[in-house]
């Protein structure tokens, strides 16, 4: 079990850029996944001041849960191999098996 | 006799290892089979009959090769050993640090109780159990049954974060239209709904 290291700046670009999730302002920046017109999962970002930071364990694996991926998932989501079209099918063979 | 008191002279020598020296035909027979060097002036066979005298200096050269043979032996056996030390010292090295990293990931955590969510718009119904993590650089405060969570350097600092992120999340689910939400936001909704409500329907004791 490998250490979950992402970066910050990197992760809300692919939350944004591939999920298509927006982030408010605030101290925790909250936005909504949605799939067919309804809200499936809500994510939570802590504020990074300076925003090139690691993204600290502990809030990796909380959002890691939110997004109801695995570290390997996460970590593929954050780099490229992971579409945002690959996260919909995740996300929708979990919600077949009534998970999500 | 030369033979026997030089015997005896060389404790060093195992039993074993002591050449039998006996006799004069004793000592014939045995230097006949060995390949003594002839350089270091010892016939490489003595003549029949001729009784050579057991010199002391072959006797310790015998010893000596025989004991740095064994030194060779041992210091080989020494390094086969030490380079299997040295790859078990590799391999608990790397397990140590597979250690290290997993327990620098692993949080101490233990349950907290909410009694209050610091707002002045709501207030709690029933205590909340929430789960507290600390990692070596933060403190995590979570609530999972809702998966709401909030980071910050101290406890108090994400219970406080916490609150408010239930809060939020109440008034953004109270706001949305139930047919949009999926199947967990629903739960959610269901669950905050039955933990939290507005302050001003409570009903307070006069």
């Known amino acids: ?100 | 006799m030369q033979v026997h008191e030089l015997q005896f002279r060389w404790p060093p020598m195992d039993i074993a290892e002591r050449p039998c020296l006996g006799t004069e035909e004793e000592v014939e027979n045995l230097l006949a089979d060995s390949a003594l060097d002839p350089l270091q002036g010892w016939p490489s066979r003595p003549l029949k009959g001729q009784f050579i005298p057991f010199r002391e200096e072959h006797v310790m050269s015998q010893a000596v090769s025989a004991s740095l043979n064994r030194i060779v032996d041992r210091v080989e056996s020494v390094a086969a050993s030490l380079e299997n030390a040295l790859a078990l010292l590799a391999q608990v090295q790397e397990r140590l640090s597979e250690s290290e990293e997993r327990l620098a990931t692993q949080p101490i955590a233990c349950q907290v109780t909410l009694h209050d969510l610091d707002s002045e718009l709501y207030r709690l119904r029933q205590p909340l159990c929430i789960c507290i993590e600390e990692y070596e650089e933060e403190t995590v405060a979570r609530f999972p049954e809702a998966e709401v969570y909030a980071s910050a350097a101290t406890e108090g600092e994400a219970i406080d974060l916490l609150k408010r992120e239930i809060v939020q999340l109440y008034e953004e689910l109270q706001q949305a239209d139930p047919k949009e939400l999926g199947r967990r936001p629903k739960q959610w909704r269901t669950l905050l709904n039955r933990l939290i409500e507005a302050d001003g329907q409570a009903d307070h004791p006069k």
């Open chain 1, 1 to 100: 079990m490998g250490k979950l290291i992402i970066r910050s700046s990197q992760l809300t670009r692919a939350l944004e850029g591939k999920l298509g999730l927006d982030f408010r302002s605030g101290s925790e920046r909250s936005a909504w996944y949605c799939l067919d017109g309804k809200k499936i999962l809500r994510v939570t970002i802590p504020t990074v001041k300076g925003g090139g930071g690691t993204i600290l364990p502990g809030t990796a694996n909380s959002i890691r849960n939110q997004l109801s991926l695995s570290r390997n998932q996460l970590r593929e989501l954050a780099a490229c191999p992971m579409s945002g079209t690959d996260y919909e099918t995740v996300v929708r063979q979990k919600m077949a098996k009534n998970r999500l």
